[in-house]
């Protein structure tokens, strides 16, 4: 996505080939290094089933002392018991080794089929291998965000910069995630780099409201991982002391940024999707409701058929914001349809469908708007729409 | 479903076209009348958005004096406002105009599309029709059903007799349904009527736990409709004193049995299904507990498709049950697929795949068996597999 992205002061990076996927020549291990204790910060699946690699890492964030990230792809190391946890568990110890560190400054995370042990005599190898070619080389953000991809047709990778406190601070981003689960491939990864100087117990709620604005909003079927994942290192080498004040709350927003970007990324790689779909719920009584309105619409398989075929079909979207478990009466909600009043205070709008369709059909950016009388909240949320080919790649792979 | 399906005692039924649907020789409106007052239950759409024959309908039960119920197809009337709602009533009012009764003894239901007002004219003419032509011949039940269908491919009948308190009693049920809601067509309607005598404050709770054990229990894709219904008259034609005790209990389980197959019907012709799905989930805390797994493992599209494609890829029903919003860890889940375990107390059991994948794809019927070790509680659920027809029928139909 940013063919000049590269990675921030202090941090270097690796991907290899190692033959957890089935392709001996696809990237399924990637390494990424701080040359210093980095503050680390970390946001991870709600599901009860979490893969190893997360009980793992969630145990060792939020930190001020974390030295590496090691990923690999083709195996998500879920649903793999007491064997799985010490493999992720010996994952890092062999990045802790190469870097003369405790295991705990290492975080894990892996994604790709659940239920099957990694192929962890593969894995050291491809450690030992990382280890040695990490480089701060412009090519390298991308590289890794390779080394991470699963049924993704793109690397996503997001960059900011911004001078704070006179000082100037990069941030770099990699995403992978064609679904929130693909076909047996498992979950979201991200990882955000940065050399601004913050600590973490700063950087953990940052973190985690940027992970609510961004990744907490976007859908592509609402199958949530056992795998999902999203960290972030900020290691001070662009120099000057923590951020603080305004330049954190500035800092914020770029990090809240780059996870958009990236959360955005997601969903325009998702699979066999055809329109990119944005979904603005205004005018509730909380966010929580505005979020829940937008979730039920995105996540309605009715609304996502319409959109692929083109069908200006509001009762679809009405209705799903009906179920959402928020109370309203008919006449507190107006709809549009990009740009297009369809529905006024409970209201239908006579429209044009044959035109109507023509649009929806030609311009593969969707947006809906839903107007309540009802509050101030909002959420802005992030779909796309269901086709014929999701389902050819989620029925067609066979175990 | 039922050749032999007839209507019970005191009861009469007709259907006719009236041109609401655009082929002007599908039946589209279904009438059915007690000749003596019934009590009357119902139960209706949680949507916050609920149609106008909804809220008419819902104002008028439970009742211990109805006489008809009058139902449309092609055109649900929700989303239509004051208009719409002045439609419904009118409809009950030509209905009792007929009967001689009060408009308040006649309930009423739609079906179809959203947002569009009704051909009230063209109902007005077919209400006069269908009230020449009402009998009690063998062949109304399955009439009845055919005037309520939508995108059905079959009608649903289901009966069911019984001899309590020395007389013999009749329940005849129809539904209609090929999702929770169809392409445009909303809705899942079903009408349950018998000459047992029961008063309808025991109906009422009785319908209501015979839902919850049926047509609760049932996803196609999970969009809850606006104008859901299920209804029931009981107008004591077979004679005898109202039910109680034993009898009472008996014929509450004849309902729910009515009520199950009629569900498990609208399951079975699921839009584009391939596969009838059974989600046994059990040893829960509560019910809710159970019926929440369920509901989400049914709901999940790679759940979904993977049935569809004969994967046994057990880690997206354990996935799926993961973020069910249930407390558990991995080693109380145990996971039957087809009666093989593949799943035990958290730990994979490796098994045959290309075997089991194999008659995952021959055999129509999948069972799912989830067995918790958390408490006793239980629920049975049933869904369909999702296909690439179901995209086609509801993204290629344009409004």
Same mark, same amino acid.
């Given at each position: ?11 270097? !990076? ?25 503050? %680390? ?30 990923? &690999?792809?083709?195996?998500?190391? !879920? $649903? ?10 010996? =994952?890092?110890?062999?990045?802790? *080794?190469?870097?003369? $560190? ?9 994604? #790709? ?7 962890? %005599? ?14 701060? #080389? ?10 991470? =991809? ?42 955000? =780099? ?15 409201? %940027?992970? &609510? ?8 079927? #609402? ?13 001070? *080498? ?8 305004? @330049? ?11 996870? +958009? ?24 009584? +909380? ?25 200006? &079909?509001? #009762?679809?979207?009405?209705? @799903? ?31 044009? !469908? ?28 992030? +779909? $796309? ?15």
């Amino acid at each position: 996505m940013n063919s000049s992205a590269v990675l921030p002061l202090g941090f270097r !990076a690796a991907a290899v080939a190692c033959g957890i996927k089935k392709d001996p020549n696809k990237l399924d291990l990637s390494l990424i290094v701080s040359d210093r204790a980095a503050a %680390a910060a970390g946001v991870f699946t709600q599901n009860r089933v979490a893969a190893a690699p997360v009980q793992v890492s969630r145990s060792r964030v939020p930190s001020n002392g974390v030295r590496a990230i090691v990923a &690999n792809s083709g195996n998500a190391n !879920a $649903c793999t018991g007491e064997g799985g946890l010490a493999d992720a568990r010996r =994952m890092t110890e062999l990045v802790a *080794a190469h870097l003369g $560190c405790s295991p705990d400054a290492v975080l894990v995370c892996s994604t #790709g089929i659940i239920g099957e042990r990694l192929p962890i %005599a593969k894995i050291e190898l491809g450690i030992q291998k990382a280890a040695k070619e990490i480089v701060a #080389g412009s090519e390298t953000l991308e590289l890794a965000a390779r080394g991470i =991809m699963t049924t993704d047709t793109v690397a996503k990778t997001s960059v900011r910069s911004a001078e704070l406190n006179d000082r100037l601070i990069r941030l770099a981003g990699i995403a992978k995630g064609a679904a929130m689960i693909g076909p047996n491939m498992a979950t979201m990864l991200s990882f955000v =780099m940065t050399d601004a100087c913050v600590h973490s117990e700063s950087l953990q709620p940052m973190l985690k409201a %940027a992970v &609510n604005q961004s990744f907490n909003r976007i859908s592509v079927e #609402g199958h949530t991982s056992t795998n999902d994942t999203v960290l972030v290192l900020a290691n001070g *080498a662009a120099g000057g002391s923590a951020l603080s004040g305004v @330049a954190l709350a500035q800092f914020a927003g770029l990090l809240r940024d780059v996870c +958009t970007e990236l959360a955005q990324a997601i969903v325009r790689d998702a699979e066999g999707a055809n329109h990119f779909v944005t979904i603005d719920v205004e005018g509730l009584r +909380t966010d929580a409701e505005a979020h829940r309105v937008a979730k039920a619409i995105a996540e309605s398989p009715l609304v996502k058929t319409a959109i692929y075929g083109g069908d200006p &079909n509001w #009762g679809r979207f009405v209705s @799903a914001a009906g179920y959402a478990g928020v109370e309203f009466a008919e006449r507190d909600l107006s709809l549009w349809l990009n740009g297009l009043l369809l529905y006024d205070h409970g209201v239908p709008v006579p429209f044009d !469908a044959a035109d109507t369709s023509d649009r929806l059909r030609k311009e593969k950016e969707t947006h809906l708007r839903l107007q309540f009388t009802l509050g101030t909240a909002r959420c802005q949320f992030w +779909t $796309c729409d269901l086709t014929e080919e999701y389902i050819k790649l989620n029925a067609d792979y066979h175990t």
